[in-house]
């Protein structure tokens, strides 16, 4: 049969259009892979200079704060928002890393639901907030324990061993020093370090967006308060995660207590004679090799209860001070303080008083780092959004919704910002902050 040219043009261009709308179509799915699914954040990992952290050979200063609650909210696809709406915040702020939880065991939205078994929507959750956190160039300290009691805590494994009929003792300082607890852990570091990241595809171990993580939080070990079965544990467990990933640097997660191998003088440093007894030694637990840099946490509220704010403006001076002199003079390491807080329910509680706390915390950083010394950052406790009330727990607030330490934390993060970068270009690049 005879068939016409034009036949033949009608055919050649509907077969181009489909090709047109097929490569098109790939382009498109393979554009959004590379943007989206398989986003990877272009930036380094943060490493140590002797007293200093350096990212790109500069000095890298931290202006931090915590956000304990993330990985929970990340969960529910009704809760989600929020987290993009505090890095969002941190951001429009200048604030450069987050501390957060990457542990959850045995409770409500548990990461970890029994000894090496986990929830793959939980892990997916953590995902989602690395992955958040580095589309907004924020960089995340995540911890990995916690000494008290929320979202399992140490007494979460050994309720584990005790009922699985192999825990030595129902004591929760038996996490530190009882093997098969320990074999627990050692499961679980393992498999957080090892997790493949399913936005990104990248192994957590190898994600420049984490900036450390640190073994737990506020460890104590009043069992024995030599301090030697602490020691103990920090020297096994850093030693463990360093055969893992020699790309992340670690931290404690220490207080910042004195113990009993602390000279004197820093003993008289302590709030009280009660808080040399809890098991942990700043400086002796901080010399450890395999721990990168030190981690000191300010409560004086907590800590001193009856004191009036004239001696707990006095406290927190010398405490700061001295944990950098110890950074600078002894470990020879940077310092983060990477809690500060003061409560509301505190005896006489005034804003101005938050303010002048946050403030003398900020200006001894901000001095020690004009002087390239170990005082290298401080993250407030705790920063929540809109809609997370439940979540107030007499330390945290809305930073849009109090002006004053709004301004304050600009402020600071553009202070540091003009030390690593030079003042012109430093305000140039944080304009939006420093303006």
Same mark, same amino acid.
């Given at each position: 049969?005879?068939?016409?040219?034009?036949?033949?043009?009608?055919?050649?261009?509907?077969?181009?259009?489909?090709?047109?709308?097929?490569?098109?179509?790939?382009?498109?799915?393979?554009?959004?892979?590379?943007?989206?699914?398989?986003?990877?954040?272009?930036?380094?990992?943060?490493?140590?200079?002797?007293?200093?952290?350096?990212?790109?050979?500069?000095?890298?200063?931290?202006?931090?704060?915590?956000?304990?609650?993330?990985?929970?909210?990340?969960?529910?696809?009704?809760?989600?928002?929020?987290?993009?709406?505090?890095?969002?915040?941190?951001?429009?702020?200048?604030?450069?890393?987050?501390?957060?939880?990457?542990?959850?065991?045995?409770?409500?939205?548990?990461?970890?639901?029994?000894?090496?078994?986990?929830?793959?929507?939980?892990?997916?959750?953590?995902?989602?907030?690395?992955?958040?956190?580095?589309?907004?160039?924020?960089?995340?300290?995540?911890?990995?324990?916690?000494?008290?009691?929320?979202?399992?805590?140490?007494?979460?494994?050994?309720?584990?061993?005790?009922?699985?009929?192999?825990? @030595?003792?129902?004591?929760?300082?038996?996490?530190?020093?009882?093997?098969?607890?320990?074999?627990?852990?050692?499961?679980?570091?393992?498999?957080?370090?090892?997790?493949?990241?399913?936005?990104?595809?990248?192994?957590?171990?190898?994600?420049?967006?984490?900036?450390?993580?640190?073994?737990?939080?506020?460890?104590?070990?009043?069992?024995?308060?030599?301090?030697?079965? @602490?020691?103990?544990?920090?020297?096994?467990?850093?030693?463990?995660?360093?055969?893992?990933?020699?790309?992340?640097? @670690?931290?404690?997660?220490?207080?910042?207590?004195?113990?009993?191998?602390?000279?004197?003088?820093?003993?008289?440093?302590?709030?009280?004679?009660?808080?040399?007894?809890?098991?942990?030694?700043?400086?002796?637990?901080?010399?450890?090799?395999?721990?990168?840099?030190?981690?000191?946490?300010?409560?004086?509220?907590?800590?001193?209860?009856?004191?009036?704010?004239?001696?707990?403006?006095?406290?927190?001076?010398?405490?700061?001070?001295?944990?950098?002199?110890?950074?600078?003079?002894?470990?020879?390491?940077?310092?983060?303080?990477?809690?500060?807080?003061?409560?509301?329910?505190?005896?006489?509680?005034?804003?101005?008083?938050?303010?002048?706390?946050?403030?003398?915390?900020?200006?001894?950083?901000?001095?020690?780092?004009?002087?390239?010394?170990?005082?290298?950052?401080?993250?407030?406790?705790?920063?929540?959004?809109?809609?997370?009330?439940?979540?107030?727990?007499?330390?945290?607030?809305?930073?849009?919704?109090?002006?004053?330490?709004?301004?304050?934390?600009?402020?600071?993060?553009?202070?540091?910002?003009?030390?690593?970068?030079?003042?012109?270009?430093?305000?140039?690049?944080?304009?939006?902050?420093?303006?």
């Amino acid at each position: 049969m005879a068939v016409s040219n034009g036949f033949f043009y009608h055919i050649l261009a509907f077969t181009s259009c489909v090709a047109f709308i097929y490569f098109s179509f790939r382009d498109f799915k393979d554009d959004f892979k590379s943007h989206f699914l398989d986003y990877k954040p272009q930036v380094r990992f943060v490493e140590i200079n002797g007293t200093q952290f350096v990212l790109d050979g500069k000095p890298f200063y931290v202006n931090g704060w915590n956000s304990y609650w993330l990985m929970d909210q990340a969960v529910d696809e009704s809760t989600r928002p929020r987290v993009n709406a505090i890095f969002r915040t941190g951001t429009q702020m200048g604030l450069t890393v987050c501390r957060t939880w990457a542990f959850n065991d045995g409770t409500y939205n548990a990461l970890q639901i029994s000894p090496g078994l986990f929830d793959e929507r939980v892990f997916q959750a953590l995902d989602r907030v690395i992955t958040e956190a580095g589309r907004h160039g924020i960089r995340l300290i995540l911890s990995l324990a916690n000494n008290l009691d929320a979202y399992g805590g140490k007494s979460q494994y050994v309720k584990w061993a005790w009922e699985e009929g192999v825990g @030595l003792s129902s004591s929760n300082d038996s996490f530190f020093f009882d093997p098969s607890i320990k074999r627990y852990f050692k499961k679980y570091l393992k498999t957080v370090l090892t997790r493949r990241n399913h936005i990104s595809g990248v192994q957590y171990k190898d994600d420049p967006t984490i900036f450390a993580w640190e073994l737990m939080n506020e460890p104590r070990c009043t069992e024995d308060s030599s301090g030697r079965t @602490l020691q103990n544990w920090i020297e096994e467990m850093s030693k463990y995660i360093k055969s893992i990933d020699q790309n992340h640097l @670690l931290t404690v997660g220490l207080e910042g207590f004195y113990g009993p191998k602390s000279p004197p003088e820093k003993l008289n440093i302590n709030p009280g004679e009660w808080y040399g007894m809890l098991g942990a030694d700043f400086i002796r637990n901080n010399k450890i090799p395999s721990i990168d840099f030190a981690s000191v946490h300010v409560y004086p509220d907590s800590w001193l209860v009856l004191a009036d704010i004239t001696e707990k403006e006095n406290f927190v001076s010398k405490w700061v001070k001295s944990h950098i002199e110890d950074a600078d003079n002894i470990l020879k390491k940077p310092v983060l303080f990477t809690e500060f807080g003061l409560s509301s329910n505190a005896n006489g509680f005034d804003h101005s008083h938050r303010l002048l706390f946050y403030k003398s915390i900020f200006d001894t950083i901000y001095e020690s780092a004009k002087k390239n010394g170990a005082g290298s950052g401080a993250f407030v406790w705790q920063l929540i959004v809109e809609g997370m009330e439940v979540f107030h727990d007499s330390f945290a607030f809305i930073p849009e919704s109090i002006p004053s330490l709004h301004s304050l934390l600009k402020e600071q993060s553009c202070r540091l910002a003009t030390l690593r970068y030079g003042s012109n270009l430093g305000r140039q690049i944080f304009k939006n902050v420093c303006e």
